[in-house]
């Protein structure tokens, strides 16, 4: 019924910049807050940002100054720019977000598919 679709990822050098976008579709009546997450090989999947359908944000100490959330209510989209990429930042970046079911009114999580992300020269 609902499908988060990421987009964005690829290969960049260390200092480079990329933008991840993700886009919900579906039987959507409303998007409560959205985030990134990450997950490197060996490493458990950590929160990256968050940001709340008022577009408050959070995150995480590590992309603090470097790392933009953003949204467009209108696209049902996230947004995540991340400038002065290290190797650190390297792994598979996933979207989450609250929907409420134009259908049924549920609640529920939804995850995007991921997309690679890698820094190096």
């Known amino acids: 019924q609902v499908q988060l679709v990421e987009s964005g990822g690829g290969l960049v050098q260390p200092g480079g910049s990329l933008r991840l976008s993700c886009a919900a579709s579906?039987?959507?009546?409303?998007?409560?807050?959205m985030g990134w997450y990450r997950q490197a090989p060996g490493k458990q999947r950590e929160l990256v940002a968050t940001?709340?359908?008022?577009?408050?944000?959070n995150y995480a100490d590590s992309v603090k100054g470097r790392f933009t959330i953003s949204r467009d209510n209108a696209k049902n989209t996230v947004y995540l720019q991340m400038n002065s990429l290290k190797p650190e930042d390297a792994a598979v970046y996933y979207c989450?977000?609250?929907?409420?079911?134009?259908?049924?009114?549920?609640?529920?999580?939804?995850w995007g598919q991921g997309t690679q992300v890698t820094v190096s020269s």
């Open positions: 989450k977000a609250g929907i409420f079911l134009r259908t049924s009114l549920s609640f529920s999580d939804y």
């Open positions: 940001i709340t359908s008022g577009d408050s944000t």
């Open positions: 579906g039987s959507i009546y409303r998007i409560a807050a």
